[in-house]
């Protein structure tokens, strides 16, 4: 028998697949009553509930958070408050360059400026820039985006991955990489730490110390931590296989170093095939939020992302879910004809809808979430 986001998954791509051809008769009554029968089984399994979705009645929710928290952005601390209006985007990139590339086309931040304020027409309120020094991210190119876009712009920082490391982390210990993160992140305004990657399945012994050291750097300063969990392999590919269990390790990694998983975001789970939310349900369990930060990117299909995270819901875990779009590809840009900076929200929302899904869930997803994970209480250490 199918599961409630088995049902998702299947109306969703059945939708998607015929959406530029003509539906058969014997079709378009299977649609229509798979779609009934969906709508069905959300309304007995919403009137289970005292709310219409599992999402969690807390203090944030509600539209409070602790005294003195804050979310950092590159210009300037703001109340959690003044994100209450529109989705925060939790990882994209504004600036990049990374290792091996000549130029990329966040150079142009004219360009990035208008991207940016196209966004911010779909309702964007704060995009988080996932890169930092190893990734050829410019600080200027954001404040600059930032200041004329009138976008809030959280500037992260920390280290990649392996490939991307500078010479001194082989012979660093976590202390020490974590004391000149820590003088960083204050001369830098960093408002979170991430991308904090790994290459393949396994930790190398450098990648290891990396999130040793980005984990001291919370437990003095506060800062969120989101991650890059390795996904190639996970699926059928070339690629040497990818232990669905590698983002457990993350966070035992994390979690033994000092970091509090409900100030940890372990990302593109979304792109693990993993339709029934398996691993995401077991990363929520632990207390750590989940990043769908690959909308649009074809790792597995945008309608199977959708049903995940209706599965998620279907858990009682929607409080645990951040959605993004890891922007990095010039196909994706407004002027190129693609969906944008916005994406996440403007691609992933309608299938949502189309699941089931409310707009008051909706707004826990996209609005409250995210300003749950990046506002913390400054530290002084």
Known sequence: MESFSEKIHTVLS?????RSSRLT???MLGLVGASVGLLSAWKAYAGLLETPFPFPTTSAKNGT???????????????????????????????????????????????????????????????????????GRNMDALQRISTES??????????????????????????????????????????????IGQETGQLTDDE???????????????????????????IPTKNPPVPKDAAFRQLDVLESAG???????IGHVCCLDDAKAEVPRQLARRGAFVGFDRVTIPIVPDTQKAATVMAMVEG?????????????SARSLKKNGGAGVGQAVTALKPMLLKAGMTEEMLHGILVDNPRRFLAFVPRKS
Not at 76 to 104: M, N, V, W, Y
Not at 210 to 234: C, D, E, M, W
């Open 14 to 18: 059945l939708s998607e697949g015929r």
């Open 25 to 27: 008769r014997r079709e």
């Open 65 to 135: 958070f602790p005294k003195d928290a804050v979310i950092r952005t590159i210009l300037k601390d703001i109340s959690p408050q003044e994100l209450a209006s529109g989705p925060t985007l939790f990882h994209e990139h504004l600036s990049l360059r990374l290792a091996g590339l000549e130029e990329h086309f966040t150079d142009d931040v004219a360009l990035m400026i208008e991207e940016v304020k196209a966004a911010a027409n779909e309702g964007v309120r704060c995009i988080v820039d996932a890169g930092h020094a190893d990734m």
């Open 150 to 195: 009138r976008m809030a712009i959280v500037a992260s920082g920390g280290y990649y991955m392996q490939r991307t490391y500078p010479p001194e982390i082989a012979t660093n210990t976590p202390d020490e990489i974590a004391d000149r993160l820590v003088r960083e992140a204050r001369t830098q305004r960093w408002g979170a730490l991430g991308e």
């Open 208 to 234: 290891k110390k990396v999130f040793q050291a980005v984990a001291k750097v919370q437990a003095r300063t506060g800062l969120p931590i989101f991650t890059h969990n390795a996904y190639f392999g996970s």
């Open 259 to 265: 970091a509090k998983p409900e100030h940890v975001a």
């Open 316 to 328: 009682g875990y929607a409080d645990k879910v951040l959605i993004s779009s890891d922007f990095y």
